[in-house]
């Protein structure tokens, strides 16, 4: 099946550091990434959606300035939290929307665990 | 206003029990996906099946069943004989097809604890 991966799985960073997450689809391409942020207990909240090669639509709320995402290619999506806080802890959960076969669904990532001190 | 529902916030139940996890939908969409997904306390989100909003048809899967009534906009979701294994964060998720890519809305989430 369509495989997903994140890098790092986990980090902890100071305060003020800017931390990147990757995002890959590992056997298919994917046209549109999702990324959504978890906080403890609760379900997924919808960040961004990314589309190769343009820019990122954020959701309401979602300041775009802080959480910058680049869709370069169309295996890779990456978010980048710049001038980290502790409100920011949280996991961050991709996906990939796929094409042709692979058009009717998303396939999540496992997840990067963000620990801001 | 929630597109999907899930009411139960937390349930227990003994091993071996039956257990149902409750979903209600709303989309205005003729075409649509119902997922869910189980999330263990590692976070990862496993899949579990997919529905679609053509395919009526209930199915089971070992242990797992599930109850898809368009008439009540629900896609219900049963363990039989439960197990400790089964304790999880279980997520009901409905996709719309959106010009740019499926979107998903995630339930609430329901909390599965099996006590042995």
């Known amino acids: 099946g369509a495989v997903v991966s994140q890098h790092p799985s986990w980090v902890i960073c100071k305060s003020g550091t800017s931390v990147k997450i990757e995002c890959r689809s590992l056997d298919f391409q994917a046209t549109t990434m999702f990324w959504y942020r978890q906080f403890p207990k609760q379900s997924l909240m919808l960040m961004a959606t990314s589309n190769e090669g343009s820019k990122a639509t954020y959701e309401q709320g979602v300041e775009k300035d802080k959480f910058l995402i680049n869709h370069a290619s169309l295996t890779l999506s990456t978010l980048t939290v710049t001038s980290a806080h502790p409100e920011d802890s949280s996991f961050y959960i991709c996906?990939?929307?796929?094409?042709?076969?692979?058009?009717?669904?998303?396939?999540f990532g496992p997840g990067t665990r963000l620990t801001v001190l | 206003a929630q597109k999907v529902t899930q009411a139960q916030t937390e349930i227990s139940v003994v091993e071996k029990e039956d257990v149902t996890l409750d979903c209600v939908y709303e989309?205005?969409?003729?075409?649509?996906?119902l997922f869910w997904y189980k999330q263990p306390p590692s976070g990862e989100l496993v899949f579990l099946i997919r529905r679609n909003s053509f395919d009526e048809q209930n199915e089971i899967s070992g242990r797992y069943s599930w109850n898809f009534q368009k008439s009540t906009s629900s896609f219900n979701f049963t363990i039989t004989a439960s197990q400790v294994v089964d304790s999880a964060v279980y997520f009901c998720a409905l996709s719309e097809r959106e010009s740019t890519g499926n979107q998903f809305y995630f339930g609430t989430g329901t909390s599965l604890t099996v006590i042995p």
């Open positions: 996906s990939a929307h796929g094409s042709g076969g692979l058009s009717d669904t998303q396939y």
């Open positions: 989309t205005r969409d003729t075409t649509y996906y």
